[in-house]
């Protein structure tokens, strides 16, 4: 028998109060039959049958009752406790909205059945959007009850109801959002979980669909194993996803966690712990079980995603109660030394006695998005964002509002860099048979838009779009934050190159971040916050380095940028542009941002004695030719003597002035000019 895992789908997914003696209610066959026509033999077994699963008290039992209870039903419709039972096992799936009508029929059918029938009641409103019906239900609930009901049900009653009530200021200031059921990635079974890549790139999630673990079923409830798929987009548009295969899935369960912002490291879940997993070349590696510091024997660990320098780890750790969670909080470990320090959870400001879960960084490497049960949700978990402050605290979580929530659970959200397009696990109203992935646009609309059926474009329950129109999209909240991304070739073979990328602060000197180039396709990507000067360096054997440099104002806003890098082997004739070494305007003195790149240089030339270069210095067009020439060379020449007292030998070293003569882009832009300024060398 296979071991038994938490499985993420039924921990996020459900309610887990519980009240036997509240909402048992017995059925009267009898008064069932009426008299025995045809058709009532069947029923009576469905309601047997039904009766037997309903008493296990389980999801996955609610679920196949429910089958046998629909099946009675069609005999007869007019008994209140089989609509109960029905409504019941409504609330206790995946489709609670559907409860409404058969509570409301129960009632209506004999409203003295059970005391907790205004409190169900108030639940379905709930979950259909009529809070301030639903707020009427509890309330009288709570005037009806016996005091030992009130003591079992008061504390949640209250929560309800203020859930309610924020539900009721959310529904005064709904988004624009369109939301998307990504139908090439949906199946009638559960689909969750998902993670993109910063570009939106990669699509990764978990799936429960037919052949997933080879096949395998979880006696639990039926259903396949969990495996984890991938999409790739293509202009715009998913591919049909496929399942990735060993080492990352067994015939176990495997589920996605969270993905590196290059979409090079996947975190997974695996037997109530996470694991990860680099993709080499085109194939993912064993996944490792992270150290003890992360993954708790005590606890579950079951949510994580990296900060976009990889030093910083957020993830959710858990009680190990079956099947659902309890307690979930955020926490935080950081790489220190090559190793993780001892998790710590956020603060109370994120962190509530209720679950937290659905931990996700996004790429500015400030902003948190995460679901809770707790502060201003409106029922079960919710979606909210937090930024982090410059002194380090975290800024009140601010809740999504509808239609990004709902008064079900919203979970596993996950935002591109351009913090418009969003991802996320839901039960919407064009669900293919169970959770679906959704995509959400943020939009200001001019008019309302025309579903599209091929798209299947949908908006929120509470606000539909039926009518033709255009849409823009709008910044929700600027994103300050450049994408760099590319692919780094041989200069010669134009072969596709594993290279190590240096991120470098040179205000500071200190290195931000360090990864590699993909091996077989040479791809990159790096997400950069506004406000610093960056240096990049990108390092293979046998090559030259290649550096750029990105200054980034605090004011600038979204935007990617694509730089192909062409590495120069280390032969005869081979230039290197040395793009972070700055000097003052007119003048010729190093700036103290220029070390990190001359130091560089210094460690090629002694590790390689036989290297000797012609350092050139370079102006633009602005300016007389002999003085453009006289500060290029003086230029050139601070920098040998830079290279000097770094314990070079001069004989290795020629420098000269090349002026405006040699440009290598236009001198009637900014940007060629900017591009014409530069110190660089040549392999003598």
């Not at 998913?238 to 399942?243: A, F, I, R, S, V």
């Not at 599209?452 to 539909?464: G, V, Y």
């Not at 001198?667 to 060398?681: A, D, I, L, P």
């Amino acid at each position: 028998m296979k071991k038994i895992y938490i499985i993420m789908i039924l921990a996020f997914f459900v309610n887990t109060i519980k009240a036997q003696q509240v909402y048992q209610v017995e059925i009267d066959y009898k008064e069932f039959a009426g008299e025995k026509t045809d058709g009532y033999k069947d029923a009576k077994k469905n309601l047997k049958e039904g009766d037997a699963l309903y008493m296990l008290d389980n999801k996955a039992a609610y679920l196949k009752a429910l089958d046998y209870y629909l099946k009675a039903y069609k005999y007869n419709k007019n008994n209140a406790a089989l609509n109960f039972k029905i409504g019941y096992c409504y609330l206790e799936t995946l489709y609670k909205a559907k409860a409404l009508d058969y509570l409301e029929k129960a009632e209506k059918q004999n409203s003295e059945l059970m005391i907790a029938l205004n409190f169900y009641l108030g639940k379905a409103l709930q979950y259909n959007y009529m809070f301030q019906d639903a707020i009427d239900r509890y309330y009288k609930f709570k005037k009806i009850a016996t005091e030992d009901v009130r003591m079992q049900f008061g504390t949640i009653t209250n929560k309800k109801i203020q859930e309610c009530k924020n539900g009721i200021k959310f529904m005064n200031n709904i988004k624009d959002v369109l939301i998307q059921n990504i139908s090439i990635i949906n199946t009638e079974a559960s689909d969750y979980s998902p993670l993109i890549s910063a570009d939106e790139s990669i699509l990764m999630f978990t799936s429960r669909r037919d052949g997933s673990s080879e096949g395998e079923v979880w006696e639990f409830d039926g259903q396949c194993f969990e495996d984890i798929y991938i999409s790739y987009n293509k202009d715009g548009f998913w591919t049909k996803p496929k399942n990735v295969g060993p080492p990352l899935n067994t015939k176990e369960h495997d589920a996605t966690v969270g993905l590196s912002a290059d979409g090079q490291k996947l975190f997974v879940y695996r037997d109530m712990d996470i694991y990860v997993s680099e993709l080499e070349e085109d194939l993912w590696s064993k996944p490792k079980k992270l150290p003890k510091t992360i993954n708790s024997k005590a606890n579950k660990e079951n949510s994580a995603s990296f900060s976009p320098d990889g030093k910083t780890i957020y993830f959710v750790r858990g009680l190990t109660n079956f099947p659902a969670t309890s307690n979930g909080d955020i926490y935080t470990s950081t790489l220190v030394d090559g190793k993780w320090t001892e998790a710590v959870p956020l603060s109370d400001v994120i962190n509530t006695k209720y679950d937290e879960d659905g931990i996700f960084v996004h790429p500015d490497g400030v902003t948190i998005y995460f679901s809770s049960k707790g502060h201003n949700t409106m029922g079960g978990y919710d979606i909210f964002k937090s930024v982090k402050q410059k002194n380090g605290t975290w800024s009140k979580p601010e809740n999504m509002g509808i239609p990004v929530n709902s008064p079900d659970d919203d979970i596993y959200f996950v935002m591109a860099a351009d913090g418009r397009t969003g991802y996320y696990s839901s039960v919407g109203m064009d669900t293919k048979g169970s959770v679906d992935i959704y995509k959400m646009i943020f939009l200001k609309l001019d008019k309302p838009l025309t579903i599209n059926t091929e798209d299947n474009l949908i908006a929120c329950l509470a606000k539909p779009v039926s009518e033709a129109g255009t849409a823009e999209v709008v910044d929700v909240k600027k994103v300050y934050l450049t994408i760099v991304k590319g692919v780094i070739t041989d200069a010669d073979t134009h072969e596709k190159l594993k290279a190590s990328i240096e991120i470098t602060d040179n205000g500071t000197g200190k290195e931000v971040m360090q990864f590699f180039s993909n091996g077989k396709t040479g791809k990159y990507l790096v997400s950069l916050p506004s406000g610093k000067n960056y240096g990049m360096t990108v390092k293979a054997d046998g090559y030259l380095f290649h550096s750029e440099n990105f200054d980034i104002p605090k004011t600038e806003g979204y935007q990617e940028i694509i730089k192909d890098v062409e590495l120069q082997s280390m032969k005869k004739g081979s230039v290197v542009i040395l793009r972070n070494v700055f000097f003052d305007l007119d003048k010729y003195s190093l700036r103290q941002e220029s070390n990190t790149e001359l130091n560089r240089l210094i460690k090629i030339l002694k590790e390689n004695p036989e290297l000797r270069i012609e350092v050139s210095g370079h102006t633009d067009s602005q300016g007389t030719d002999a003085y453009n020439l006289t500060l290029s060379n003086n230029r050139a020449g601070a920098v040998v003597d830079y290279l000097i007292k770094g314990g070079i030998n001069k004989s290795r070293l020629e420098y000269r002035g090349g002026g405006e003569r040699e440009p290598i882009d236009t001198n009637k832009t900014k940007e060629g000019r900017q591009n014409n300024r530069r110190v660089q060398f040549m392999v003598l």
